[in-house]
């Protein structure tokens, strides 16, 4: 099923040339609970993506779509490392795993300081091969996404993995809840979103951008940009240094210097998109029940 481009809100003249008029909006598979973490795979043509309740992670392949794992540790977000493994956050067992080119799973991560993790979100993978990823409370607040349990760790961090020696460092400690995460494409900024507002109606609903420092620390966190409907939760970055995000209302397009250029309509709540398709130029995006996608004018940018 496809929709028209009746689905653009232009806020800034510069989003018309980022968007295809004429492309639709095409819901590609509606039977989620609550669809989340798209990877794309192009040597493989396809598209992971994970449906949280359901314990599950399903395959799009033009025209198809199959179960790629079940049961699936709830897992929520899933990257692809510099050699192409997919990496994925699993909310259940509150780690980071990767998935080996023979299929066994290597633990990345799953304590810091002696503590269990609260559940790990998601999760993006530097050039210099580090990991970087978010790791909220959602998974350990009900049996829903994952499993009850009382947090072990004081805050709600975002953490880097070391490529060579594999140790865990937290490098910002003052979220809420941080969510999605990407870095800009010459990878000396990283955005990272603040969610704390799915239950505190108090907290912002913003995105925070921080100075990479010698590829491994961040400095100068200061506000990027604020949804106005809904939440940010996980966004890309496309080859203009443009931030594609979710929201409640669709897809939210914010230029380099935080200006809102436009939206794309989407009649479920976002949770998630990614670039794909031969040429990246195609956003697929993860929508509460359904799977979407929609032609652009622009490209993911490398890793998006």
């Known amino acids: ?5 009746s689905i653009y809100e232009i806020h800034d003249d510069r989003f018309r040339y980022l968007t295809v008029g004429s492309a639709g909006l095409d819901e590609l598979y509606d039977g989620c ?15 992971l993506w994970s449906d949280i309740p359901n314990q599950r992670m399903l395959r799009w392949a033009e ?32 780690r980071v795993t990767r998935t080996e080119v023979d299929g066994s799973i290597t633990v990345l991560a799953d304590r810091y300081e002696g503590k269990r993790l609260n559940s790990p979100n998601d999760v993006v993978v530097r050039s210099d091969g580090s990991i970087w ?3 909220p409370s959602y998974g350990i607040l009900s049996d ?7 947090p072990e760790q004081a805050t709600r961090n975002v953490y880097r993995i070391d490529p060579t020696t594999g ?3 937290a490098v910002v400690t003052d979220f809420g809840q941080p969510n999605g995460l990407a870095f800009s494409p010459d990878e000396t900024k990283l955005y990272v979103a603040d969610s704390a507002s799915s239950h505190d109606v108090t907290a912002p609903r913003h995105i925070r951008v921080f100075d990479v420092v010698d590829g491994k620390n961040l400095a100068n966190g200061r506000e990027f940009c604020s949804v106005d409907k809904g939440l940010p939760d996980g966004f890309r970055i496309d080859v203009a240094g443009n931030l594609w995000t979710s929201a409640g209302d669709g897809v939210h397009c914010f230029a380099p210097d935080g200006t809102l250029l436009g939206k794309i309509l989407v009649p479920q709540t976002v949770a998630n998109l990614t670039f794909g398709g031969p040429r990246r130029n195609r956003l ?14 622009t490209s993911g940018a490398a890793m998006s």
Do not use: K
């Open 63 to 94: 025209g198809t779509v199959s179960v790629f794992r079940s049961p699936s540790h709830f897992t929520n977000g899933n990257t692809r490392d510099r050699e192409g493994r997919l990496v994925s956050c699993e909310h259940g067992s509150r």
């Open 1 to 5: 099923m496809s929709q028209n481009a």
């Open 284 to 297: 697929f995006i993860t929508a509460t029940r359904s799977l979407y996608s929609v032609f652009l004018a």
């Open 133 to 135: 990823f978010t790791d």
């Open 144 to 150: 829903y996404e994952g499993y009850r349990a009382e």
């Open 33 to 47: 609970r609550w669809a989340e973490g798209p990877v794309w795979f192009a040597d493989l043509n396809c598209l």
């Open 167 to 169: 140790e865990l460092e």
